[in-house]
Protein backbone atom coordinates (compact mmCIF):
# COMPACT_ATOMS: atom_id res chain seq x y z
CA UNK A 1 0.00 0.00 0.00
CA UNK A 2 1.30 3.57 -1.30
CA UNK A 3 0.49 6.83 0.22
CA UNK A 4 0.45 9.76 -1.56
CA UNK A 5 -0.29 12.66 0.83
CA UNK A 6 -0.40 14.03 4.76
CA UNK A 7 -4.22 12.78 5.87
CA UNK A 8 -4.18 16.58 7.35
CA UNK A 9 -2.99 18.88 5.22
CA UNK A 10 -2.68 16.55 1.99
CA UNK A 11 1.35 18.33 1.61
CA UNK A 12 3.12 15.21 -0.33
CA UNK A 13 6.28 16.57 1.98
CA UNK A 14 6.79 13.09 4.79
CA UNK A 15 9.13 11.02 6.14
CA UNK A 16 9.44 8.09 7.61
CA UNK A 17 9.38 7.85 11.45
CA UNK A 18 9.67 4.71 13.20
CA UNK A 19 7.31 2.06 13.24
CA UNK A 20 4.52 1.65 15.26
CA UNK A 21 2.38 -1.28 16.04
CA UNK A 22 4.32 -2.86 13.25
CA UNK A 23 3.25 -0.19 11.00
CA UNK A 24 5.52 2.24 9.41
CA UNK A 25 4.67 5.88 10.73
CA UNK A 26 5.09 8.59 9.10
CA UNK A 27 5.81 12.67 9.67
CA UNK A 28 4.52 14.99 7.60
CA UNK A 29 7.27 18.25 7.19
CA UNK A 30 4.48 20.76 6.62
CA UNK A 31 2.05 20.33 9.19
CA UNK A 32 4.23 18.02 11.67
CA UNK A 33 1.26 15.54 11.60
CA UNK A 34 1.87 12.08 12.37
CA UNK A 35 0.18 9.19 10.36
CA UNK A 36 0.26 5.33 9.85
CA UNK A 37 -0.69 3.87 6.73
CA UNK A 38 -3.61 2.33 8.13
CA UNK A 39 -5.01 5.85 8.55
CA UNK A 40 -5.23 6.16 4.83
CA UNK A 41 -8.97 5.89 5.05
CA UNK A 42 -8.81 9.23 6.83
CA UNK A 43 -7.59 10.72 4.19
CA UNK A 44 -9.66 14.40 2.96
CA UNK A 45 -12.24 13.32 0.98
CA UNK A 46 -11.97 14.18 -2.28
CA UNK A 47 -15.06 16.15 -2.79
CA UNK A 48 -13.51 18.60 -0.33
CA UNK A 49 -10.52 19.23 -2.50
CA UNK A 50 -13.00 19.87 -5.45
CA UNK A 51 -15.09 22.02 -3.29
CA UNK A 52 -12.33 24.13 -2.02
CA UNK A 53 -10.78 24.31 -5.53
CA UNK A 54 -13.96 25.13 -6.82
CA UNK A 55 -14.81 27.90 -4.58
CA UNK A 56 -11.03 29.80 -5.04
CA UNK A 57 -11.77 30.14 -8.34
CA UNK A 58 -15.24 31.78 -7.77
CA UNK A 59 -12.77 34.35 -5.76
CA UNK A 60 -13.38 33.10 -2.46
CA UNK A 61 -10.27 33.78 0.00
CA UNK A 62 -8.76 30.43 1.59
CA UNK A 63 -10.39 31.68 5.01
CA UNK A 64 -13.28 32.09 3.99
CA UNK A 65 -12.91 28.66 1.88
CA UNK A 66 -11.66 27.22 5.56
CA UNK A 67 -14.93 28.89 7.50
CA UNK A 68 -17.46 27.21 4.82
CA UNK A 69 -16.40 23.64 4.53
CA UNK A 70 -14.36 23.40 7.75
CA UNK A 71 -11.18 22.55 5.95
CA UNK A 72 -7.70 24.51 6.89
CA UNK A 73 -6.64 26.91 4.57
CA UNK A 74 -3.24 25.34 4.85
CA UNK A 75 -5.00 22.18 2.89
CA UNK A 76 -6.47 25.08 0.43
CA UNK A 77 -3.83 26.41 -0.20
CA UNK A 78 -1.37 22.80 -0.94
CA UNK A 79 -4.26 22.23 -3.49
CA UNK A 80 -4.10 25.25 -5.15
CA UNK A 81 -0.46 25.06 -5.59
CA UNK A 82 -0.31 21.16 -5.91
CA UNK A 83 -2.95 21.45 -9.03
CA UNK A 84 -1.71 24.56 -9.87
CA UNK A 85 -5.08 26.69 -9.90
CA UNK A 86 -5.19 29.96 -10.89
CA UNK A 87 -7.35 32.55 -10.87
CA UNK A 88 -8.39 33.89 -14.62
CA UNK A 89 -10.08 37.02 -13.67
CA UNK A 90 -9.45 40.45 -11.65
CA UNK A 91 -8.94 39.61 -8.04
CA UNK A 92 -9.89 43.12 -6.99
CA UNK A 93 -13.33 41.89 -8.34
CA UNK A 94 -14.79 39.54 -4.94
CA UNK A 95 -17.93 37.77 -5.54
CA UNK A 96 -20.70 37.78 -2.91
CA UNK A 97 -22.13 34.55 -1.57
CA UNK A 98 -24.86 33.66 1.06
CA UNK A 99 -26.20 29.94 2.32
CA UNK A 100 -29.78 29.18 1.84
CA UNK A 101 -31.27 25.80 2.29
CA UNK A 102 -33.41 24.38 -0.54
CA UNK A 103 -36.89 26.68 -0.56
CA UNK A 104 -34.40 30.06 0.38
CA UNK A 105 -32.91 28.68 -2.75
CA UNK A 106 -36.08 28.58 -4.57
CA UNK A 107 -37.58 31.82 -3.14
CA UNK A 108 -34.31 33.42 -4.38
CA UNK A 109 -34.64 32.82 -7.93
CA UNK A 110 -38.58 33.95 -8.12
CA UNK A 111 -36.87 37.52 -7.54
CA UNK A 112 -36.19 38.53 -11.28
CA UNK A 113 -33.82 41.15 -9.92
CA UNK A 114 -32.11 38.92 -7.50
CA UNK A 115 -30.59 37.49 -11.00
CA UNK A 116 -30.96 40.08 -13.45
CA UNK A 117 -27.57 41.15 -15.04
CA UNK A 118 -25.57 38.20 -12.89
CA UNK A 119 -23.54 35.43 -13.27
CA UNK A 120 -24.81 33.03 -10.15
CA UNK A 121 -22.99 29.38 -9.44
CA UNK A 122 -24.99 27.36 -6.75
CA UNK A 123 -23.19 24.41 -4.95
CA UNK A 124 -24.20 21.98 -2.58
CA UNK A 125 -22.90 22.82 1.07
CA UNK A 126 -23.89 19.47 3.40
CA UNK A 127 -27.52 19.90 3.45
CA UNK A 128 -27.41 23.32 2.57
CA UNK A 129 -26.69 25.02 -1.01
CA UNK A 130 -24.18 27.96 -1.64
CA UNK A 131 -25.00 30.53 -3.52
CA UNK A 132 -22.14 32.63 -5.29
CA UNK A 133 -23.24 35.54 -7.21
CA UNK A 134 -21.23 38.30 -9.42
CA UNK A 135 -22.17 41.08 -11.44
CA UNK A 136 -21.36 40.10 -14.42
CA UNK A 137 -20.63 43.24 -16.29
CA UNK A 138 -19.49 45.89 -13.68
CA UNK A 139 -16.57 48.49 -14.53
ZN1 LIG B 1 0.62 17.48 6.76
Redesign the pocket.
Known amino acids: MTIDL ?1 P ?4 DQ ?1 VKSGIVNKRQRYR ?1 K ?4 YFTVNKIGKKIDDYYVNKSLQLYLEGLTYREIERILGVSHVSVMNWVKKYNIKRPYNTNYHPTYRILNASELGKYFLETENIKGAGVVVTELGDKFMLIKWERFKD
Open positions: CNCSSYCKCNY
